[in-house]
């Protein structure tokens, strides 16, 4: 199934990776810019809008999941994203939060990508709240990477029974991927998922160096 397929129908799901706001908020301020890529239906800039926070932006590549957040939030910006480079100017938002997108996106140069569009729309010294899913160790996860390993060239990337490509990340990967901002904070944790399981995670807090 195209995968933009997928989140055009799992707009029931409820999300679950965690928006760390007792972290984050020591880094930003009330009436920063701050996106969200990949918002889904909003869910985070909701949590962040009922914590004061109003300079809000949403973008994600499902118009049912943007369609969703407006029903469901009329007050917030949401847009579809239409491309893979993000739609703004260089150096335009403060914050940008990127919460359970790495997972729908299995190729590491795609990967990569969506991570370089992010740095050059952060201003210099802006802050970049990364959280997604980690390698698990139990019989079932390692059972499917398995399974789809030769697939995908890619170890941790699996296919679910109701037609998603979700992957699974090594921290040596999260962390080069993340190479070019500077580290703030780094937790490991462990989150329900999507479809009713448990599985590691970390949540990231960096920042865009100003040179
Ligand atoms: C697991 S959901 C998380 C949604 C939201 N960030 C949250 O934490 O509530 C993943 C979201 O990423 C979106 N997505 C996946 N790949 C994307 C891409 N390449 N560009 C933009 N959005 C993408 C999906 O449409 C879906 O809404």
């Not at 809008?49 to 118009?63: R, T």
Request: net charge negative; hydrophobic share 35%.
């Amino acid at each position: 199934m195209n995968q933009k397929e997928y989140w055009d129908n799992s707009t029931c799901k409820t999300f679950t990776a965690m928006l760390h706001l007792d972290q984050l908020s020591q880094y930003i301020n009330k009436n920063d810019r701050i996106l969200d890529v990949g918002c889904g239906y909003g869910r985070t800039l909701y949590e962040l809008y009922n914590n004061n926070y109003k300079n809000l932006k949403g973008v994600d590549f499902s118009s049912k999941m943007i369609e969703k957040g407006k029903q469901l939030y009329p007050f917030l910006d949401l847009d579809v994203k239409k491309d893979k480079h993000l739609e703004f100017d260089n150096c335009s938002f403060d914050v940008i939060i990127l919460s359970a997108v790495l997972t729908c996106i299995v190729d590491d140069n795609e990967q990569k990508y969506l991570i370089d569009e992010i740095f050059r729309v952060l201003k210099p010294s802006g802050i970049l709240y990364v959280t997604d899913f980690l390698i698990n160790y139990d019989e079932r996860n390692l059972t499917r990477y398995e399974l789809y390993k030769s697939k995908y060239n890619k170890y941790g990337v699996f296919e679910t029974s109701d037609g998603a490509v979700l992957r699974h990340h090594n921290l040596s990967w999260i962390k080069e991927l993340l190479n070019p901002f500077k580290i703030l904070t780094f937790e490991e944790v462990t989150y329900d998922t999507m479809n009713g399981h448990t599985s590691n995670a970390f949540y990231c807090i960096s920042k865009k160096p100003c040179f």
